[in-house]
């Protein structure tokens, strides 16, 4: 079974804090995500990579950044953590070559104060 | 983007009745998933239909696919309190670099009363 991991599943940081939310998985997934999920608004995309060191914006970029320097890592960076950040991270991965399916992790719940 | 929309945004049942939810989205797609949340975690997926599918059956599970409507409907049958949960859809979505994504409906809330 595919098994996405990560680092953390409850996290408080402090307003203007540099946050490093870590996502690994075990399955040489080419192609990794980082979503935000917040009430009423669903699943939203932040970044996504596509390969290693390779990486795209999606549709919330503003305020995070990502690194992908190993293929089976994915990190997502807020460089100063605001108070609208507080949120629910999910992580995903997909195989290029295979199915649709992405495969997620348990989520991190930030809670910026 | 968003694409997907479910419907009804939460629904509340019995133990051992069957649960539709719907799904439409906007645009031509390559398939429809349908994926499931427990509170404050993971989603996981749990069935993909192809647009040139009409039905498909997983255990308790039956998707339909209507392309010329957009939707499709999640059935669950015999609910069990186990069933309790967010169920979302998603629609392929071609990304940047060749990559292929997903977007995501809101979701629609399952409460099963035991």
């Known amino acids: 079974d595919v098994k996405v991991t990560q680092s953390s599943r409850y996290l408080v940081k402090r307003t203007g804090e540099k946050v490093f939310l870590e996502c690994v998985q075990d399955?040489?997934?080419?192609?990794m995500f980082w979503y935000r999920q917040d009430p009423g608004l669903g699943l939203r995309l932040i970044y996504f990579?596509?390969?290693?060191?390779?990486?795209e914006k999606g549709d919330i970029p503003e305020g995070y950044s990502v690194s992908r320097e190993k293929k089976e890592r994915f990190s997502l960076i807020l460089e100063s953590a605001s108070t609208n950040q507080t949120s629910m991270y999910l992580c995903a991965s997909r195989d290029f070559r295979g199915a649709d399916t992405q495969y997620f992790g348990p989520g991190t719940r930030l809670t910026v104060l | 983007s968003q694409q997907g929309e479910e419907d009804p945004q939460a629904l509340s049942i019995q133990e051992g009745e069957n649960a539709t939810m719907n799904c439409s989205y906007k645009t031509s797609i390559n398939n429809l998933q349908w994926y499931r949340q427990n509170s404050g975690r993971g989603l996981v997926h749990l069935i993909l239909i192809r647009s040139n599918e009409r039905e498909k059956h997983s255990g308790r599970l039956r998707v339909t696919l209507d392309t010329s409507k957009k939707s499709s409907s999640l059935l669950i049958t015999a609910s069990r309190a186990a069933d309790t949960a967010s169920y979302f859809c998603a629609t392929d979505e071609r990304l940047g670099g060749g990559a292929d994504g997903l977007t995501f409906g809101k979701g629609t809330h399952l409460i099963i009363q035991p």
């Open positions: 399955m040489d997934h080419e192609n």
């Open positions: 990579s596509y390969d290693v060191k390779m990486k």
